[in-house]
């Protein structure tokens, strides 16, 4: 088994910005953690960069301080940075054939959020063929309110952990991760 880290989207935006990541409370540290612990055990961490492709975006306008990653990961050893404009991590970006190049096999999701960004990467590379383990505690959202209704963080972060269990990743702790490794 060859596995890369993802850390999508550890950016300001869910930091500082707009859009706070609320549950679990603990999942930046948990995400600092499993970087500290793949760049321990050479485990290539791949950094993904949400950029809202549209001009007069609200949230993650590339070059503003939101868009930013956090400096904290971004100052941790990590194999690329790869730019991504929709939830999708492959979707029109070069993730495959770095994958590809780095001979890998399984990939690790973390990052925000659980239902957006680190649920489609997941289901993604599924579909592509690579064994996909799920950060539990290393992932988070936020509370989500749309025309279809109101879900609690706590609830909607559950609610795709179950999905991901039930047929695209193996869902874990970030220490079930690290104790596997």
């Not at 791949?46 to 609200?58: D, F, G, K, R, V």
């Not at 194999?79 to 001979?103: R, W």
């Not at 505690?137 to 963080?153: H, M, R």
Request: proline residues 3%.
């Amino acid at each position: 088994m060859k596995r890369a880290l993802l850390v999508i989207d550890v950016q300001n935006e869910y930091i500082s910005g707009k859009l706070p990541i609320s549950y679990p409370s603990n999942s930046f540290s948990n995400i600092l953690k499993v970087v500290n612990t793949a760049n321990e055990k050479n485990i290539p961490v791949i950094l993904i960069q949400h950029t809202s492709p549209a001009e007069n975006a609200m949230t993650f306008k590339k070059g503003s301080n939101e868009w930013d990653i956090h400096p904290e990961l971004l100052s941790k050893k990590h194999a690329q940075v790869v730019e991504k404009k929709l939830p999708g991590s492959f979707t029109n970006t070069n993730l495959e054939s770095v994958l590809k190049d780095l001979k890998i096999d399984t990939v690790a999701i973390a990052g925000f959020m659980t239902q957006m960004c680190c649920d489609t990467t997941a289901r993604q590379a599924m579909h592509m063929g690579y064994s996909v383990e799920f950060l539990s505690d290393a992932t988070g959202t936020l509370q989500l309110s749309n025309s279809a209704g109101t879900i609690s963080a706590e609830d909607l972060h559950k609610a795709i952990l179950i999905t991901q269990a039930a047929r695209f990743s193996k869902v874990l702790s970030s220490d079930e991760w690290i104790k596997n490794l």
